[in-house]
């Protein structure tokens, strides 16, 4: 067992989904170098900003946040996105892991709109993840425009 179902990370999960709490990110690593056991790292409230600076280029992360855009001044949307996090110096054996690991936490945060899958914090703007966000969403009240 990987661990992805931990009480603490239902917990994280819950908190981030729930619209009466300030949680807005949990970040979900593994416990050592080898092995699939999996543990909650951290939580936040800054959002994308804030979780970018947790992540480890020398490990493979799994994150949930949840991100809030306006469609227009009448309307704000909340959707969440699941981020596989592989580390640029990661070791290869961990990365050629991750498409039978990642399974287990898909399971469990299991209510997302998009996966975006990142190697560099730049694949993590804001900006970028709302656009993918709007087009997997169907309706673009900005013409495309982020």
């Known amino acids: ?14 908190a981030v989904r ?6 807005n990110w949990l970040l979900i690593s593994y416990v050592g170098e080898t092995g699939n056991k999996l543990v909650l790292s951290k939580t ?3 959002g994308l900003a804030e979780l970018a600076g947790e992540l480890d280029d020398g490990q493979v992360q799994y994150a949930y946040v949840r991100v809030e855009y306006a469609n227009d001044a ?13 580390g ?3 070791k290869i054996m961990r990365k050629a892991r991750v498409s039978i690991e990642a399974g287990a936490v898909k399971k469990v945060l299991s209510h997302y709109s998009v996966q975006v899958d990142a ?12 656009a993918k966000l709007r087009k997997a ?10």
Request: hydrophobic share 30%; proline share 2%; no cysteine.
């Open 1 to 14: 067992m990987s661990g992805a179902d931990s009480p603490e990370i239902l917990a994280a999960y819950d």
């Open 18 to 23: 729930s619209d009466k709490d300030e949680t």
């Open 44 to 46: 936040g409230t800054g």
């Open 74 to 86: 009448e309307s704000k949307r909340i959707k969440f996105v699941l981020i596989v996090w592989i």
């Open 88 to 90: 640029r110096n990661t």
């Open 119 to 130: 190697d560099d914090k730049r694949d993590l703007d804001t900006d970028e993840i709302v």
């Open 137 to 146: 969403g169907g309706a673009d009240y900005n013409g495309g425009r982020g």
